[in-house]
């Protein structure tokens, strides 16, 4: 019998699997289960993106298309920043549509990345940063934020991290998890010292559209940001459209050539008939996409008003669809907190120790679910938490 372990790469071996998929496993092995864990939109993509997509089936668009996507698709992409960003992408040379975000951030880490590189990550933090920075090569430095803060990074403690070593950071403008929204001010605060330290920034913005109180302002267009700043998107979160793996990739054209070499190798080119729904969706999803937000908002200040008047203490948040309340009054790790909850009351929701040290006592919840369902998976959990305070 062979042993195989030695066979494997290190790197690959030390990955802690996503502590998501745990509980979400889990409560999909039972019965009457309320998920508030999976970051998906409860909506459907929208009939007319399905019907684009078909269409292209029926007139035999089934071939590759040029690894960068079809130019179609990165004009509208490209139409779509510049009126949300003031940035002018050109689609030929600064856009990239890729297997979802997750695989735009994958290349954008392995275009930048040398061995040893360090990367800042704000934490808590969606499960993948981490892990994609180590599978770069690169040293993942974590910095911890607090519930008092709303989780927002502070210009000290971004400087306090930055060494010789530091390649970039990894920004998230609506959070994953914390629903946390950057304004313009503060995002100057922290572009003047990825500046004087000649830093690059990765930002996220996949929850872009799903801003609910302030006006959203991408990274790149704070004022000399663009040129440094690999812009990261896609239409899972705003579109509703997560199982067609589309997102897309806006840099200049040194960062996109690079990223570009990569994508050539591992993927070829996103599917070609998601392709053709997305162009869809830039061109006529305008109003569904309001419709989304408008729901998502209302489902917000629904589940956020009564999380704090159940004692789970929680911060508004301004975007994306997470609450992350405090669940210190209970005296239960978050984990503790989170299996007890799920077997006791058939409530799903993730720990918040796994998006880092600084997730621990706190939950993820999403409200990406019908107000029928919150109401009830509220009314569980303030039953659950009575027991125990």
């Not at 572009?191 to 872009?208: F, N, P, Q, R």
């Not at 589309?246 to 996103?270: D, R, T």
């Not at 009351?345 to 019908?370: H, L, Q, T, W």
């Amino acid at each position: 019998m062979i042993e195989h372990s030695h066979y494997l790469s290190d790197t690959v071996k030390n990955l802690k699997p996503s502590g998501i998929r745990k509980f979400f496993d889990l409560a999909s092995s039972m019965e009457g289960v309320i998920s508030l864990g999976v970051g998906e939109p409860d909506f459907v993509t929208p009939w007319n993106v399905r019907e684009a997509c078909i269409l292209s089936l029926e007139q035999g668009y089934t071939s590759y298309t040029a690894n960068a996507g079809l130019l179609e698709l990165r004009s509208e992409i490209s139409h779509y920043l510049k009126e949300k960003t003031t940035i002018n992408y050109d689609p030929k040379t600064e856009i990239i549509v890729t297997v979802g975000a997750s695989q735009a951030l994958d290349i954008a880490l392995r275009a930048i990345i040398n061995p040893g590189d360090e990367v800042i990550v704000i934490e808590p933090s969606f499960v993948a940063y981490s892990s994609l920075v180590s599978l770069a090569g690169g040293v993942p430095v974590s910095i911890q934020t607090n519930g008092e803060m709303e989780f927002k990074l502070q210009p000290a403690e971004l400087e306090a991290a930055i060494t010789e070593k530091t390649k970039g950071i990894i920004l998230c403008s609506p959070s994953n998890p914390t629903g946390t929204v950057y304004n313009k001010e503060e995002l100057e605060s922290i572009a003047k010292i990825i500046e004087k330290h000649d830093l690059l920034v990765l930002s996220d913005e996949i929850y872009a559209e799903l801003t609910y109180d302030d006006m959203y302002t991408s990274f790149v267009s704070i004022n000399g940001m663009a040129e440094r700043t690999i812009l990261i998107s896609g239409f899972s979160k705003g579109f509703a459209m997560t199982g067609w793996r589309l997102g897309y990739v806006a840099a200049n054209p040194e960062f996109l050539s690079a990223m570009l070499k990569i994508h050539q190798y591992s993927m070829m080119c996103a599917p070609t008939m998601a392709q053709y729904a997305a162009i869809e969706a830039m061109k006529n999803g305008k109003e569904d996409v309001l419709h989304m937000k408008k729901s998502y908002r209302q489902r917000r200040n629904l589940f956020v008003g009564a999380l704090n008047d159940i004692g789970l203490t929680c911060h508004v948040p301004g975007g994306a669809f997470y609450a992350f309340p405090s669940i210190k009054i209970t005296n239960l790790s978050s984990e503790e907190f989170a299996e007890a909850l799920l077997l006791e009351e058939k409530v799903a929701v993730v720990p918040g120790s796994v998006f880092g040290e600084s997730g621990e006592g706190y939950i993820r919840c999403s409200y990406a679910s019908s107000l029928d369902q919150l109401q009830e998976a509220l009314k569980r959990m303030n039953r659950f938490v009575k027991k125990r305070i």
